[in-house]
């Protein structure tokens, strides 16, 4: 089946660091997002990208749509204490049903 | 926009008793709505999936009967865990889509089956 790898499974960085997270696949997706899942809360959507190659920004947050179709990533610059969380990307399979496949998350924390 | 609520947030229930969790948009009108189930440290895992006035489709391995999902209105969902067991303790976590690309996630239900 369809499978999203994402890295690194955790960081642990200083604040005011740029961190940088990534997802891959051998499968092709049409869409990609970005999600924040703080502890006991359901996931908010960072970002969503539609076209192969497409680059969108959020504040400090940047993704791009891989040029392959086949990954994504997501940068963050200079990082604060609030960014603490577990990052989840997600893509929307072959299928029209809506769903979403999700990576592993990255749990990023951030020294004061 | 786009808020997506729960209720209850987290319920604690004996074993062997039915528990009914809301999922509603309360700023758009949800074509599909989708019910998750997270375990600490672990990524979402979809249940199903549904869409108001037809049958949910449920993932492989997810039991329909011990988990009734009733779509009622383009802005309510509702997942009933019933006989609930101490293995059915979880996050329970619903989303709403409103162009079948986006999914924006509820606060998550905590159920804890004693």
Sequence with gaps: GQQL???PQSM??????????NCTSSS??????????EPGEGPVLLIALYKAGELTSNGRLTAQ???TRKDSFLNISASIPSDVGIYFCAAHGSSNTGKLIFGQGTTLQVKP | GAVVSQHPSWVICKSGTSVKIECRSLDFQA?????YRQFPKQSLMLMATSNEGSKATYEQGVEKDKFLINHASLTLSTLTVTSAHPEDSSFYICS????GYEQYFGPGTRLTVT
């Design chain 2, 96 to 99: 709403a889509s409103l162009s």
């Design chain 1, 28 to 37: 092709i997706f049409n869409t990609w997002l970005w999600y924040k899942q």
């Design chain 2, 31 to 35: 074509t599909t709505m989708f019910w």
């Design chain 1, 12 to 21: 642990f960085i200083q604040e005011g660091e740029d961190v940088s997270m």
């Design chain 1, 65 to 67: 749509f891989g040029i």
């Design chain 1, 5 to 7: 790898n994402q890295s």
